[in-house]
């Protein structure tokens, strides 16, 4: 695997870029639909001097074109995923945003020994709303994918590109993009139907989730939508050694527009598992820190 030691991040033919450091535990990004490896640009860039990152393009998006004949699957994403990370010679870090969450959790539980950490922003993991409890929030997401696909089928990708970025960015900010990168995007726009298909596909595998020891950091918008909202729930309850972040006056689309802050939370929830500190002892040795700065502030000193 070509690397590089800079904070530039070069792009390799079958898709996958690298920035190589070998400080700290390696770190694997997965993206958003509609999305590359580009997403990851500032997190790759603020980590550049202490970890290697990893950020493939997933299949249809960036270099990474799919030349199959066979049916797409998450399955087929994941090996894609695997092939990227064929070289690393110790457990690394995942983290995944949106789809790329589905294909990053995929990836962990078919590789748990692989892995030191995952972090889920917002994954779309819609199969988990498959409950009387969430019938309204599968309600929501039924009608998404039912009408993108509809779109789709009917070679209207405008209108898919604008249906979809819409209802995860605000009612307008299709129109508000630059037209070059609309054009872009409705390119993208069957790969996107293919990846709801096979979200819809999944069981409710939620008891699988009970037994998943591995550190997960959750992280959530406060402004998400009401499904992603109930998938982080859910996870949250699920997940026995997880922990919630949630990022105030943000949205699904946190990475992109509240960069700064999510960047912050991965890198110290990354930090904080290389120290071997579990989310009871980091809240633990937060809290005994805030009461001496308190009992500091009334002592006068």
Request: charged share 20%; glycine share 6%; net charge negative.
């Amino acid at each position: 695997m070509t690397t590089i030691t800079s904070s530039q991040v070069k792009q390799i033919s079958d898709g996958r870029a690298e920035v190589t450091k070998a400080d700290a535990s390696p770190v694997l990004l997965l993206h958003a639909s509609g999305a590359s490896h580009a997403q990851w640009q500032s997190f790759i860039s603020s980590q550049s001097q202490t970890r290697q990152c990893l950020a493939p393009d997933l299949i249809g998006y960036g270099s990474t074109q799919d030349a199959s004949d066979q049916p797409f699957s998450i399955d087929r994403e994941v090996a894609l995923i695997e092939t990227a990370v064929s070289e690393l010679t110790e457990p690394f870090h995942v983290v995944g945003h949106s789809y790329g969450g589905c294909a990053a959790l995929r990836f962990v539980q078919n590789n748990p020994s692989s892995v030191r950490s995952l972090t889920l922003i917002e994954p779309v993991l819609f199969n988990l709303l498959k409950s009387d409890r969430y019938q309204a929030e599968w309600e929501e997401v039924s009608k998404l994918a039912e009408q993108h696909q509809a779109f789709v089928n009917a070679e209207n990708f405008e209108e898919a590109g604008e249906h979809f970025i819409d209802y995860w960015c605000g009612a307008g900010f299709w129109q508000s993009m630059p037209f070059e990168f609309r054009e872009h995007l409705k390119k993208l726009m069957p790969k996107v139907a293919l990846e709801l298909q096979q979200i819809w596909v999944e069981p409710n595998f939620v008891d699988e989730l009970k037994s998943l020891a591995v550190p997960t950091c959750l992280i959530q918008g406060a402004m998400t939508r009401r499904p992603t909202a109930a998938i982080i729930k859910i996870l949250s309850k699920t997940l026995r050694n997880s922990e919630l972040n949630t990022v105030e006056g943000a949205g699904h689309m946190c990475p992109i527009t509240h960069g700064p802050a999510v960047n912050d939370l991965i890198s110290a929830f990354l930090t904080s598992t290389e120290r071997g500190q579990t989310h009871a002892e980091k809240f633990s040795a937060e809290n005994a820190l805030h009461l001496t700065v308190k009992q500091f502030q009334a002592n006068g000193a």
